[in-house]
Nanobody, 123 residues
Framework: QVQLVESGGGSVQAGGSLRLSCAAS????????MGWFRQAPGNKREFVAA????????YYRDSVKGRFTISRDNAKNTVYLRMNSLKPEDTAVYYC????????????????WGQGTQVTVSS
């Protein structure tokens, strides 16, 4: 089992920045792919970004490319999502997930999920 706990959400104005953290514990493995997803009210949960624990390339949805950066700190068992130039349409609950499929962009490709952290961007 892997436990994931997100933090760092909050309310910001458009153009602002936030950094989300996802602390992993339990049976973590360098084989895992770590992903960030988000879900806005009334919308389906959608893929945002992914990275391997072992390093290598990252992958983003088009609408966040150039604004969001996913990274990981293996020593801290933590994955980050740095979000710059935030827009009102980025408002959502953001979830961290762990799976074994690269590059996983679908929910069913991830086995473990955090509880989510709210991000609200006002115009």
């Amino acid at each position: 089992q892997v436990q994931l706990v997100e933090s760092g959400g909050g309310s910001v104005q458009a153009g602002g920045s936030l950094r989300l953290s996802c602390a992993a514990s339990g049976r973590t493995s360098s084989s895992y792919v770590m992903g960030w997803f988000r879900q806005a009210p009334g919308n389906k949960r959608e893929f945002v970004a992914a990275i391997r624990w072992s390093g290598g390339p990252t992958y983003y949805r088009d609408s966040v490319k150039g604004r969001f950066t996913i990274s990981r700190d293996n020593a801290k068992n933590t994955v980050y999502l740095r979000m710059n130039s935030l827009k009102p349409e980025d408002t959502a609950v953001y979830y961290c997930a762990a799976g074994l499929q690269w590059v996983g962009t679908q929910q069913n490709e991830y086995d473990y999920w955090g509880q989510g952290t709210q991000v609200t961007v006002s115009s």
